[in-house]
């Protein structure tokens, strides 16, 4: 068994923790460990992907940590609302890489365990790529899949994200779609599990709203799941947030989808937490709210680059 753990995101659990898995067996490792010297060049790059490959035959991916938010909720909330696929067939040595990769990284010697991977004869066989992305790439897989899809869509953009920071181009790129017709929804919690994040997002719902981009708020609980759905063909779900960290910072994964039967599927779960746990947003009542809400929003935006 072998675990890569954010050291960033993992502070807050104790070293005795992860040095009691490794006497018990596990090979249990920070990526890009943090220690004083090295903090100002480390810091901003957090490993944020969330990948499972059991036997080389089963992968998982999706936006899920292991957590125990996920079972019991947190600070009075229900458990979170997330997306996560069960992957069989040759897509799980895309997994399988992406976690070869960041083994290596770490300059650990990973032994061959070729994928051997099966579908069984009844599965549903769908198109399917797997895309890794981070701050070592000379240009970021993950935005440059988000804009050409985008930009090709004909009928609907549907988004889930728990934090909406767009890049100007990503921003630009779903005007452009939504003024020309395409039916564009953004649904983001508005209960995340931060206060800063949150207003940096929600200060971005004027101008979504003054393009014709429909913004529905999730209120039932913390909205982790991570999926963009275009047309009829295409959906992407797994590490990767709308916002800058992910866009620019982060090491992530996705898989991309290529399935009318699959993209039908996610539009319906879409569409049930749109009817039975959202909030849609009007211009008119965005822009009455009061104008100390407004400028909380504007402040907490000039630190999304960071966040």
């Not at 920070?30 to 790059?45: C, D, E, I, S, Y």
């Not at 059991?54 to 997330?82: F, L």
Request: hydrophobic residues 40%; glycine residues 4%; neutral net charge.
């Amino acid at each position: 068994v072998r675990v890569i753990y954010d050291h960033v995101g993992s502070w807050s659990i104790a070293s005795s923790f992860f040095k009691h898995l490794r006497e018990e067996g596990v090979e249990a490792y920070p990526f890009l460990k943090v220690t004083f010297p090295q903090l100002a060049n480390r810091l901003n790059w957090r490993n944020h992907r969330k990948v499972v490959v059991i036997d080389g035959e089963v992968g998982y991916i999706g936006g899920m940590n292991i957590a125990d938010r996920y079972v019991t909720g947190e600070k009075g909330y229900k458990a979170w609302r997330d997306t996560h696929l069960r992957i069989v067939g040759d897509a799980v040595k895309g997994l399988q890489f992406s976690f070869a990769i960041d083994w290596n990284f770490m300059k650990r010697m990973l032994l061959d365990q070729p994928c051997t991977s099966t579908l069984a004869p009844n599965a549903e066989t769908v198109g399917m790529q797997i895309v890794i992305s981070g701050p070592t790439q000379p240009l970021n897989a993950m935005s440059m899949v988000l804009l050409r899809a985008i930009s090709q869509a004909q009928k609907c953009i549907y988004i889930q994200t728990p934090y909406f920071l767009p890049e100007e181009s990503m921003k630009s790129a779903l005007q452009a779609a939504a003024l020309s017709g395409v039916d564009v929804r953004i649904m983001i919690p508005l209960y995340p599990d931060s206060k800063i994040l949150k207003y940096s997002s929600l200060s971005y719902v004027k101008e979504c709203l003054a393009a014709d981009i429909k913004v529905l708020l999730y209120t039932e609980r913390m909205l982790h799941a991570k999926c963009v759905i275009i047309d009829d063909e295409f959906v992407t779900t797994g590490s990767t947030n709308f916002d800058f960290r992910s866009l620019e910072h982060n090491f992530e994964c996705n898989a991309l989808i290529y399935s009318k039967s699959f993209c039908t599927k996610m539009k319906a779960i879409f569409l049930a937490d749109s009817e039975q746990s959202c909030e849609e947003m009007t211009l008119e009542e965005w822009v009455k709210r009061p104008l100390s809400q407004r400028a909380l929003e504007s402040s907490s935006r000039l630190l999304g680059p960071v966040l």
